[in-house]
């Protein structure tokens, strides 16, 4: 089953141990940000993802997977 963005988000920042302070130094995207896509009430644009996904050391097709066009 696949997991939604948000979802799949938190998990790999949890996996990670990184707060949303130290996940937002180094993407430089706001914690305010970061915690709306981690509730799934905000999507990202194709650079923050981008972003988050070379952060986290994951192919960005591992967050993006879960997003409805």
Do not use: C, W
Not at 20 to 36: F, W
């Amino acid at each position: 089953m696949k997991q939604k963005f948000h979802e799949q988000l938190k998990f790999l920042r949890e996996e990670r141990n990184l707060t949303l302070d130290e996940l937002s130094k180094l993407t430089q995207v706001g914690v305010e940000k970061l915690a709306l896509y981690e509730k799934g009430e905000l999507i990202p644009s194709v650079q923050t993802i981008l972003k988050l996904s070379t952060v986290l050391e994951v192919p960005a097709s591992n967050l993006t997977d879960g997003i409805q066009a």
